[in-house]
């Protein structure tokens, strides 16, 4: 209702489980910039058994991250399209080398990052948040590869993000309410 529309370019870092997607939903909806979730994306095209979703699928399932090219094609299309003017990455980069492509897709357009939020939550509460979650690859062993895979390729970007000054990091435990608030008052400074 009080929908305005923003022009903001904000990446949500933060281990599978954190709720980037529930905080990148109500941001959307708040700020009216486009959400855009690499994860979802990658579902969406495995369940619609496009080319792409059939090779991102056996990564997918064994909890490992889908190759740099497939993702980074599909943010590229984005970032030409509804993203233009703006979007909320939920998802990506997840890996250094993605970090650095999506900085050079911001610079060919001329333009920069705004805000890079991690979402902290403990460990044994993202595997009780995950297990309870039910999707297809939110089995023990998938979600110990996706904390693994956290652990070494997402957490050194956290470390490029911040070695540049521009990492925020919001307590992830809360209400949905109130990690967004938390999150938006990033946002706003
Ligand atoms: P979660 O954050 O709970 O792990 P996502 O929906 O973000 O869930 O991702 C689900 C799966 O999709 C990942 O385990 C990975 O296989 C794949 N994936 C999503 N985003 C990326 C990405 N940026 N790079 C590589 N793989 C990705």
Redesign the pocket.
């Known amino acids: 209702m009080d929908e305005e529309t923003t022009v903001m370019r904000a990446v949500l870092l933060g281990?599978?489980?954190?709720g980037?997607?529930t905080q990148a939903d109500l941001i959307q909806k708040r700020l009216g910039v486009p959400h855009i979730?690499?994860?979802?994306l990658?579902?969406t095209a495995v369940g619609n058994r496009t080319e792409l979703g059939v090779r991102?699928k056996g990564?997918?399932d064994e909890?490992?991250?889908?190759?740099?090219d497939l993702?980074i094609g599909l943010i590229r299309e984005r970032l030409h399209d509804d993203a233009a003017e703006g979007f909320l990455l939920?998802?990506?980069?997840?890996?250094v080398s993605?970090g650095e492509a999506l900085g050079e897709l911001l610079e060919e357009s001329g333009v920069e990052l705004d805000h890079v939020v991690s979402i902290a939550v403990p460990v044994d509460e993202l595997v009780g948040r995950?297990l309870g979650r039910g999707r297809s690859?939110d089995n023990e062993d998938t979600i110990r590869a996706?904390l693994e895979?956290y652990r070494r390729e997402t957490a050194p970007l956290c470390e490029y993000y911040r070695e540049r000054g521009v990492l925020r990091e919001v307590d992830g435990v809360g209400s949905p309410q109130e990690i967004s608030r938390r999150i938006l008052s990033h946002f706003d400074a």
């Open positions: 281990p599978p489980g954190a980037k997607g979730s690499t994860g979802d990658l579902r991102a990564f997918m909890g490992k991250l889908v190759p740099d993702v939920d998802g990506f980069p997840r890996n993605q995950m690859d996706r895979v």
